[in-house]
């Protein structure tokens, strides 16, 4: 049986079972205008167009806003920053655009010296009287330097703002699910980019994980694999500036 997040006036009440919520609308506990979202939903939707609002008992009328109530709990926003209805789900051709952005940079950082490297190195293994040249060592030097860079940018980005260089290049960005907060470095960069990609290196079976996951993008609500161990998704605009 479906569990549900409730949420009134910007403030999670919890999470309950389907009769629990059915119960509560009788009882007056829960309103037919309060938010409820659960896992297969795209965004938070009003309880009333998932549950019957038929017994409904007479709901207290809403404090004028800035009234004070002294038996209030502290409020804590669902979506800081925006509603679920400001949010769209990136489209697939912005993610695969992003991810080749993210390649060739990572051609132009790493690719080119590389390619260099391995030039001279088989000259070197040919070579009657081997002499480690200067642009080999050039080459070495650009390509540690190149992959420090590369992680460094990634790391900063997706901690701070939840994207790659090319989510940012075209709009889009990661954030938690179903809430949209910027994932911050564990949900970013260990759970959905390390744990994925130990995953994907395992022998023989990586390569079909690696598969599968790509092919859960066309699901409805746009999540693959790597998404649902991070507990994110990948939605459009730039973060909003604190």
Known sequence: MSQYHIARDGQQLGVYAEQDIQSGLSSGSFRGTDLCWTEGMGEWAPVS?????????????????????????????VV?????????????????????????????????????????????????SP????????????????????????????????????KMWLGIRIVTHPDNQKPGFVKACLLRAFVNGIIGAVPCLGPIYSLVDI???????????HDLIAGTHVIEGNPPKD
């Open 80 to 128: 800081p920053a925006y509603t679920a209805s400001d949010v769209q789900l990136a489209s697939l051709g912005k993610r695969l655009g992003a991810a080749i952005l993210d390649g060739l940079l990572a051609v132009v950082l790493l690719g080119v010296p590389y390619g260099f490297l391995m030039a001279e190195l088989d000259g070197f293994d040919k070579s009657p």
């Open 215 to 225: 092919c859960f993008i066309f699901r409805e609500d746009r999540r693959c694999i």
């Open 49 to 77: 167009t998932r549950f019957s609002v038929e017994s409904l008992v007479a709901q207290p009328a809403p404090q004028a806003e800035g009234a004070y109530n002294p038996y209030a709990a502290p409020r804590a926003n």
């Open 131 to 166: 002499e480690f040249s200067s642009t080999a060592m050039i080459a070495t030097g650009a390509l540690i330097i190149g992959f420090l860079a590369l992680l460094v940018i990634n790391i900063v980005l997706l901690t701070t703002r939840g994207q790659t260089p090319g």
